[in-house]
């Protein structure tokens, strides 16, 4: 099935799946490419850095690496299940080039993104390796990384359980709906990439990974499931900084 102009067949998958295309915003947003690059002084101008502060703010964190964290983990799903859920459902993918994909950090799916442009892709491993781990995850690290001092490892780990979620998610819907779509497969197939590998072990639909989120840092927050702590190892904070 060949994508159509409005993405329409994500929609049966939720919100979070969903991508708005061209024609749905008069004055889109900045794009992911000036979110990653932008080295402005003003914090809205600055879209990461609102976003960060944003999250920061919801969760009553004073620590801003743990909302650097969750606000990456959250992208990066967004990400993943936009590109999972187009190559199981329409047998392509769209080019999700950063320069394409507009976003609006004050805002949640699926009215954060927007993309300008729908150029078909193969819906091949290495293809939305290419879209999401080199066009996005690599460079969203690495400012991450410098601004927040967020560790490398613990954000691909946030990747990694990203992906697995996503790809967990479209497993239930498809079970729900009585249809075999393979996105274990894919996913099993995207794992096998060096940035994700080492994140953790995935079985099946399950994972768990080697790092932590951080989320046990949150005010009220604890460990996720798929994290590699069996506890909250809150009376000892600096055991999960990696």
Not at 63 to 68: D, G, I, K, N
Not at 97 to 126: F, T, Y
Not at 167 to 188: C, I, T
Request: with cysteine; charged share 20%; hydrophobic share 45%.
């Amino acid at each position: 099935m060949d994508l159509d102009p409005d993405l329409a067949a994500l929609r049966r998958l939720g919100g979070f799946f969903v991508l708005r295309t061209a024609g749905a915003s008069a004055d889109p947003p900045p794009t992911l490419a000036q979110a990653y690059a932008h080295r402005g002084e003003e914090v809205y101008a600055d879209s990461t850095t609102f976003r960060v502060r944003m999250v920061a703010d919801r969760i009553h964190s004073s620590e801003l690496r743990v909302s650097a964290s969750i606000a990456q983990q959250a992208l990066a799903a967004r990400l993943w299940s936009i590109a999972l859920g187009c190559a199981v459902l329409y047998g392509s993918v769209p080019d999700l080039d950063p320069r394409l994909l507009h976003w609006d950090p004050a805002a949640s799916s699926p009215d954060d993104l927007w993309l300008a442009e729908l150029r078909p892709r193969a819906a091949d491993a290495a293809t939305i390796l290419d879209l999401v781990v080199h066009g996005h995850l690599e460079p969203l690290t690495a400012a991450l990384h410098a601004r927040y001092g967020v560790a490398e490892g613990l954000l691909w780990g946030n990747a990694g359980s990203a992906l697995a979620g996503a790809a967990r998610e479209l497993d239930r819907w498809a079970r729900g709906a009585d249809a075999d779509v393979g996105a274990r497969a894919l996913a099993a197939e995207l794992f096998t990439h060096p940035r994700l590998a080492p994140t953790g072990t995935l079985t099946g639909s399950a994972f768990r990974r080697r790092s932590c989120c951080l989320y046990y840092r949150v005010p009220g927050g604890g460990i996720c499931g798929d994290c590699c702590f069996t506890r909250n190892p809150w009376s000892s904070p600096d055991a999960a900084s990696g």
